[in-house]
């Protein structure tokens, strides 16, 4: 009787250790560290999306930072990213910033591509270079549409058919 009460008791602490560990990695990948420290910048979009809070900031496909939040300005109806990038990383203040998408399946990060200003993005800066998201299912139906558009007005005329 007393050795099952021990087992429980050890695998008891064994649960709350690997439960303990699993919320410490978590942690360090969500990437709320990754803001302790960083700087703030914004750019401005016509679309993002795929675009979150939590969404990868990138130089040359190296996260650098997170992006901190998307909003609306109402009187442009353009999109305003904000971004925490690492301390350690100084953008040029002609670099550009555009939405590319990770995949088929949505998401998408912040690609910024770095320009060749001696002078630097100070925090609360923006970049003003920007390309937002690409709507790919848009461009497949305009692309499916468009073809079988110009197949069916072609096959039209070539039936045999004179008028």
């Not at 401005?44 to 900031?57: E, K, N, Q, T």
């Not at 550009?96 to 001696?118: N, R, T």
Request: charged share 15%; net charge negative; proline share 2%.
């Amino acid at each position: 009787m007393v050795k099952s009460g021990v087992v429980e008791t050890l695998v008891g602490i064994v649960v709350v250790v690997v439960a303990a560990a699993f919320l410490v990695y978590a942690y360090g990948v969500s990437g709320r560290d990754a803001t302790r420290g960083a700087y703030e910048l914004s750019a401005v979009f016509g679309r993002v999306d795929g675009i979150a809070s939590g969404s990868d900031v990138r130089v040359s496909g190296v996260k650098v930072g997170v992006v901190t939040g998307a909003a609306l300005d109402p009187a442009t109806y353009e999109a305003r990213v904000t971004m925490a990038i690492s301390p350690s990383v100084a953008v040029p203040e002609d670099s550009s910033a555009k939405i590319v998408m990770d995949g088929l399946l949505g998401g998408a990060h912040v690609a910024i591509e770095p320009g060749a200003a001696e002078d630097m993005l100070a925090s609360g800066e923006t970049i003003t270079v920007t390309q937002g998201s690409v709507d790919l299912l848009g461009l497949a139906v305009r692309a499916f549409t468009n073809n079988a558009a110009s197949e069916g007005g072609a096959g039209a005329g070539e039936d045999g058919a004179s008028e």
